[in-house]
């Protein structure tokens, strides 16, 4: 009789603990499925639906269907800052894979110094841009560091962030800066993982430092760095506060990024619906820039 209770009671026992671990579990993550609502997804459709209007800052709307892609279709600003962002990822994302590769390479060795050098290359990415940017207006200005350097080989001394091509290569520098030592990270994780025995049988059969990395170290940072050139192309597409700190996309709208423009006809000229439609295109092209890469990087 026991022995039919027990047999009885076991199911109900193992029901009442799933049930309370899936408690738990909603438990844990309802607050950041809330967060998501209230502070990403919710916001995303509020600022779709305002791209299809004119909202004003009185809180009055007025519905204009696609009128504000439309306009922006034509506007020469917004492909202006459109070939400018553009500009600034295809720099950016290539520099960020190199510099972080090579780096790592260098500090995955065991040596003097080498847990200083892992730490120091990882500070810019921790080291708020607002302030990065603040104190590279310095080192970029007349009279700077980078300026004065210039002048030894040539150069005319005067302010890189006046000048529109300069101004960009500034901004490239400093986006790179400041993200490099995350990359890094992810890439120097994945080297230590990696088996010494291929490269050392390499080695002994005579392959060179170039063609052990290519053919032996890069095929296996695949995933790491498939996910790094999405990760890096979305934030760089994204860019501004070290455009608004820097140039506030000057001179000349030469550093005027998509972000930039965005903030211009929302913040300063509070044309909403119109900023709204180009938040909704940075998202849409994001999203089909992903989807390429991915396809292309994972079909190699």
Same mark, same amino acid.
């Given at each position: 009789?026991?022995? /039919? ?13 799933q ?11 309802a ?8 502070f ?29 892609? =439309?306009?922006m279709l ?21 520099l960020?894979?190199?510099?972080s ?16 050098? =892992? ?21 970029f ?12 080989f040539?150069?005319d001394?005067?302010s ?6 300069l ?6 520098f400093?986006?790179?800066?400041g993200?490099f030592?995350?990359d890094?990270?992810?890439?120097l994780?994945?080297l ?6 291929l ?12 063609q =052990? ?23 760089s ?8 700190v ?13 972000g ?5 006809e929302?913040?300063?000229l ?10 909704v ?13 991915? /396809? ?5």
């Amino acid at each position: 009789m026991s022995t /039919a209770i027990d047999t009885v009671r076991k199911p109900q026992r193992r029901r009442l603990v799933q049930r309370r671990e899936a408690l738990a579990g909603i438990i844990f993550v309802a607050p950041v499925v809330i967060l998501f609502l209230v502070f990403k997804l919710f916001p995303a459709i509020g600022g779709v639906i305002i791209s299809l209007g004119d909202f004003k800052i009185t809180g009055a709307f007025e519905f204009l269907g696609l009128d504000n892609y =439309r306009e922006m279709l034509t506007d020469a600003a917004f492909w202006n800052s459109f070939w400018v962002t553009v500009a600034y990822v295809v720099a950016v994302v290539p520099l960020l894979m190199t510099v972080s590769i090579t780096l790592a390479l260098l500090v995955r060795r065991v040596g003097p110094f080498i847990k200083f050098f =892992r730490g120091a290359y990882f500070i810019p990415s921790i080291t708020s841009l607002v302030l990065a940017g603040a104190v590279f207006v310095w080192v970029f200005n007349a009279g700077g560091i980078v300026p004065t350097i210039h002048s030894w080989f040539g150069g005319d001394g005067r302010s890189w962030l006046g000048n529109s091509v300069l101004a960009l290569v500034a901004i490239i520098f400093v986006g790179v800066w400041g993200r490099f030592g995350f990359d890094l990270l992810i890439v120097l994780a994945r080297l230590q993982d990696l088996p010494r025995e291929l490269d050392e049988a390499a080695s002994i059969d005579g392959a060179n430092g170039w063609q =052990r990395f290519w053919y032996i170290t890069f095929p296996q940072l695949r995933p790491q760095l498939l996910f790094l050139v999405v990760i890096e192309t979305t934030f760089s597409f994204q860019v501004f506060d070290v455009v608004f700190v820097m140039t506030g996309g000057g001179p000349a709208n030469a550093t005027n990024v998509l972000g930039m423009l965005l903030y211009d006809e929302a913040f300063r000229l509070f044309n909403f619906g119109y900023a709204s439609a180009i938040g909704v295109a940075m998202l849409i092209l994001l999203v089909t820039l992903s989807m390429i890469q991915r /396809a292309v990087l994972k079909g190699d």
